[in-house]
T-cell receptor
């Protein structure tokens, strides 16, 4: 079974800092990997999707990388803002499957 | 609507009652997923539909859980004889493509179910 781990569980940074969130997965036979943010009491908002053949994806201040062989992905957030405060979830879709396996998330707080 | 819509947003039921949760996916989306999210955890997969066909129900925790999508659009997740351990947020997601496509999943805000 695919296991997805996110470290750290919680992170606080001052506004303006660059930061990296980590995600690791045990089964490298993945189809794609998706990063989400979740605000309290809300559903998940899709941020970036990286296909298994890709190494990274960028959207605005966000950059996600994928290293399949080592079972790792990172989400880099540049120039953090208080509005970035949320829980960030990493999810992996295995080859041959349709559903996502999620990590438990990293709760980010950006302090003004 | 522009996004995935779920109703009700909150549901309180007594142990033993049956509940029905509704999901309206984004129009035209082929794939529909149900996930269960416990407090402080990531979502866990329950079941998957491609159009009206339920292709994967491996995540349903017991035969008390039943899902349908009869016309390939709206879906209903039904839980019979609810138990306290069923208390969770139930999330619905949809994606444009079916099997073999790299389409992101788009989530609704969920239904928070509390069993007393």
């Amino acid at each position: 079974k695919q296991e997805v781990t996110q470290i750290p569980a919680a992170l606080s940074v001052p506004e303006g800092e660059n930061l990296v969130l980590n995600c690791s997965f045990t089964d490298s036979a993945i189809y794609n990997l998706q990063w989400f943010r979740q605000d309290p009491g809300k559903g998940l908002t899709s941020l970036l999707l990286i296909q298994s053949s890709q190494r990274e994806q960028t959207s605005g201040r966000l950059n996600a990388s994928l290293d399949k062989s080592s079972g790792r992905s990172t989400l880099y957030i540049a120039a953090s803002q208080p509005g970035d405060s949320a829980t960030y979830l990493c999810a992996v879709r295995r080859t041959g499957a349709n559903n996502l396996f999620f990590g438990t998330g990293t709760r980010l707080t950006v302090i003004p | 609507g522009a996004g995935v819509s779920q109703s009700p947003r909150y549901k309180v039921a007594k142990r033993g009652q049956d509940v029905a949760l509704r999901c309206d996916p984004i129009s035209g989306h082929v794939s529909l997923f149900w996930y269960q999210q416990a407090l402080g955890q990531g979502p866990e997969f329950l079941t998957y539909f491609q159009n009206e066909a339920q292709l994967d129900k491996s995540g349903l925790p017991s035969d008390r859980f039943f899902a349908e999508r009869p016309e390939g659009s709206v879906s209903t997740l039904k839980i019979q004889r609810t138990q306290q351990e069923d208390s969770a947020v139930y999330l619905c997601a949809s994606s444009l493509g079916g099997t073999g496509t790299h389409q992101p999943q788009h989530f609704g805000d969920g239904t928070r179910l509390s069993i007393l």
